[in-house]
């Protein structure tokens, strides 16, 4: 069985009693209550609290929990309820596209699926969700850097690595491509990050109008393409999609 880490543990078990005892704890309360010297309940506190994970009411000195907790959790529903809310959509686009449907959010410099609906084929794949993608070469990545900004500051800062020869890694080209994107609502990769496999991607609102996520289709580059240009229909479905989850959250028409 692995060991377990003490410190990590016992910052646990202060977080769990705050958050399910009285609203404000002082240190004898916390100490006493989880059997830790003042002393280690105090080191812990300081280090919660530095993290933003617990506050401290100047007033009493008593301790409660902090705003970063709030934002993690909200970041944590919000991927639950943007994933429940667009089961039933990237199950049809799958369906009416034939291909591979990812669903990502933004996640340390890069793009995160958190949902994957396999191409509806006998082939065999492997589920991606949990799998990391880049920003600056996939059509995921261009729609999040397109509308959100803290995606776009990532972008700039970014190394860009050239995956095939079709990646662009140029920072003035691909502003000039994320202005594209906006203006026509979707964005595509073409062999620029994987060879032979191309996809198209498109914004996910919110109730508040804020970019939440990206759906996309990929597949190969053969059955999204057609004639060298990126099949119209494809790019509808993506659309329709996006616009669809959007609509579920509370975003309203786009």
């Known amino acids: 069985m692995a060991r377990t880490i003490q410190s990590l543990e016992r910052a646990a078990a202060m977080l769990r009693l705050l958050a399910g005892g009285e609203r404000r704890l002082g240190l004898s309360d916390i100490s006493s209550s989880l059997g830790l010297a003042k002393g280690t309940a105090h080191g812990i506190l300081r280090t919660l609290q530095q993290e933003g994970f617990v506050e401290q009411d100047a007033a009493s000195g008593r301790y409660q929990l902090g705003a970063e907790l709030l934002r993690l959790g909200n970041s944590y529903l919000d991927v639950h309820e943007l994933r429940a809310r667009a089961l039933v959509w990237t199950d049809d686009l799958a369906r009416s596209s034939g291909e591979a449907v990812y669903l990502g959010v933004l996640h340390q410099q890069g793009v995160l699926i958190v949902h994957h609906v396999f191409r509806p084929d006998d082939s065999r794949q492997v589920l991606e969700v949990g799998a990391m993608q880049p920003l600056h070469s996939t059509a995921l990545g261009k729609v999040l850097s397109a509308y959100d ?106």
């Open 149 to 254: 900004p803290v995606a776009h500051s990532e972008i700039v800062e970014a190394d860009r690595e050239a995956f095939t020869p079709r990646t662009m890694t140029g920072l003035e080209d691909l502003e000039g491509l994320l202005d594209l994107t906006r203006a026509r609502g979707w964005a595509a990769d073409v062999e620029e990050t994987w060879e032979g496999v191309a996809s198209v991607a498109a914004p996910i609102h919110d109730r508040r109008r804020m970019p939440v996520g990206a759906v996309g289709v990929t597949g190969a580059v053969e059955r999204v393409c057609q004639d060298g240009e990126l099949r119209p229909e494809i790019i509808a479905a993506v659309r329709d999609c996006a616009r669809a989850v959007s609509r579920d959250l509370g975003a309203g028409r786009f």
